[in-house]
């Protein structure tokens, strides 16, 4: 059992606000920044279903993650959520402010001595970036006090907690369920070299060898000019493989595929009849 509250200051007293006086009030609440922002279209719907359970819960006082308020702000633990967004950029001067950023905020973390929370949702860090960037998300991991994994089988060595992913049964319910095409798979989800997109080109086309009644389509953003061209040139070379650039928004997640037979969302492959269960 993890007990967070034993490194932080509580009570916290506020000063109150202009015109009150020396009335002074008492802050029980835990303040918890997560690592996203306010949910917006083409948001995950996990981040917008968690963001509306957080806002719901007692005794928390939750935030948005935002540049000013994880540097200057007030807060009690940072929950962090595929940190490797906030990393690298498209272009070297934008990629090396942003990584300084970061930096600024490790430092900012362990000179206050913030608690860490993680949340687990890859096994390993990502391949498309710098040494300098994996040693700042190696730190993130290894100096989390908390580590949940989101189901069993995808727990690490620094798991300290256990949270089962939550359904998307009831966001995607006002949407048409089509019935499976057999042989149709698909990948939805952001285009990271470390999900494998390229591995399962080469098992697609192995596998479109032996039968000649499957195909695949890829829904996605690119993180990169150079992951879209590389997914273009190997979807070239094998037959069967449509490509459906840019994001996803929740309104869209449904579309190209709300008939294949596989999907693969994130990380996980799933019978497409269940796909929303799964992220």
């Not at 957080?54 to 940072?78: K, M, N, Q």
């Not at 991991?141 to 069993?152: F, Y």
């Not at 840019?246 to 997640?253: A, E, H, L, Q, V």
Request: net charge positive; proline share 8%; with cysteine.
């Amino acid at each position: 059992e993890i007990d967070l509250t034993a490194s932080l200051h509580a009570p916290r007293v506020e000063s109150a606000q202009p015109g009150e006086g020396l009335l002074m009030r008492t802050v029980s609440d835990i303040r918890v920044v997560q690592s996203f922002r306010a949910p917006r279209t083409t948001s995950n719907p996990y981040v917008w279903m968690l963001d509306d359970a957080l806002e719901r819960t007692a005794g928390l006082d939750h935030r948005r993650f935002s540049w000013p308020l994880a540097l200057f702000g007030r807060y009690d633990v940072i929950h962090f959520h595929w940190p490797e967004v906030a990393l690298g950029g498209r272009t070297p001067l934008r990629r090396l402010v942003r990584d300084l950023r970061f930096q600024a905020l490790m430092w900012r973390l362990r000179l206050t001595r913030t608690p860490l929370v993680r949340t687990i949702h890859n096994l390993e860090l990502p391949s498309d970036l710098t040494p300098w960037e994996r040693r700042m998300l190696a730190a993130v991991r290894d100096r989390s006090q908390v580590g949940i994994a989101l189901n069993e089988q995808t727990s690490t060595a620094d798991t300290t907690a256990l949270i089962p992913h939550g359904h998307y049964v009831d966001w995607f319910a006002e949407y048409p369920v089509a019935e499976p095409v057999v042989g149709r798979i698909a990948f939805v989800g952001l285009i990271r070299r470390y999900k494998g997109v390229e591995d399962l080109l080469d098992a697609f086309a192995m596998l479109r060898a032996r039968r000649s009644n499957v195909s695949l389509v890829i829904a996605g953003n690119p993180t990169s000019s150079e992951m879209a061209t590389e997914v273009r040139a190997r979807a070239v070379d094998v037959d069967a493989v449509s490509l459906a650039f840019g994001p996803r928004p929740p309104t869209r997640m449904q579309s190209p595929h709300p008939n294949s037979s596989y999907c693969r969302i994130g990380s996980c492959i799933t019978p497409a009849p269940s796909w929303p269960r799964s992220r």
